[in-house]
């Protein structure tokens, strides 16, 4: 098993700019879930989807973040404009059905710096 | 008061020695408990996983989980310094969706 894909590693963009980030959840898995990780703050959930359906969106922090999921295999997180406090790793998660078993699995993260 | 209290560390022990590692939550509806293990710029791994009380034992590493008083632990025994790495407790509630509440994370160092 390939384990969840992000992509990219890393994104370097200038305020303004816009940021897609991408994911790939593990096959199978009908739960997936975006978070963004600071020192200040840890990690902090902004949205999940279950079944492609997105079911909470409270922790988008802003109007300027939006989030897709048009098939059970990829996902998209946008800011757009970008903004330096954006500056963050981005981790996509996700989860399995039906075993009662509430663990996620990380992807490795996007490491977006923005300027 | 957050929802789930974690010790930030950082935490320095030398090569063999027993760590415990602890969080404490108030939402008593939390049954599912989790510890995370996260290398320097990576995501975070599932490390163990239990419900509701007891203990659970997997190699090295003991998951305790105290509902009474709230409180969770992970131990590690014989540490090595390829333990190094921020812990983080994680928690939900039956019908949470499978939303988990994290801590902040411990930050470990584990001295050869």
């Known amino acids: 098993d390939a384990g969840v894909i992000q992509s990219p590693r890393h994104e370097v963009t200038e305020m303004g700019q816009e940021v897609t980030l991408r994911c790939k959840p593990i096959?199978?898995?009908?739960?997936l879930f975006w978070y963004r990780q600071t020192m200040m703050r840890g990690l902090e959930l902004l949205i999940y989807f279950n079944n492609n359906v997105p079911i909470d969106d409270s922790g988008m922090p802003e109007d300027r973040f939006s989030a897709k999921m048009p098939n059970a295999s990829f996902s998209t997180l946008k800011i757009q404009p970008s903004e330096p406090r954006d500056s963050a790793v981005y981790f996509c998660?996700?989860?399995?059905?039906?075993?009662?078993?509430?663990?996620?699995?990380f992807g490795p993260g996007t490491r977006l710096t923005v300027t | 008061q957050k929802e789930v209290e974690q010790d930030p560390g950082p935490l320095s022990v030398p090569e063999g020695a027993i760590v415990s590692l602890n969080c404490t939550y108030s939402n008593s509806a939390f049954q599912y408990f989790m510890w995370y293990r996260q290398y320097s710029r990576k995501g975070p791994e599932l490390l163990m996983y239990t419900y509701s009380s007891g203990n659970k034992e997997d190699g090295r590493f003991t998951a305790q989980v105290d509902k009474s008083s709230k409180y969770i632990s992970l131990f590690i025994r014989d540490s090595q310094p390829s333990d190094s790495a921020t812990y983080l407790c994680a928690m939900s509630a039956e019908g949470s969706a499978r939303q988990l509440t994290f801590g902040s994370g411990t930050q470990l160092t584990v001295l050869p």
């Open positions: 998660a996700s989860s399995s059905p039906g075993t009662g078993r509430f663990e996620q699995y």
């Open positions: 096959s199978g898995h009908d739960y």
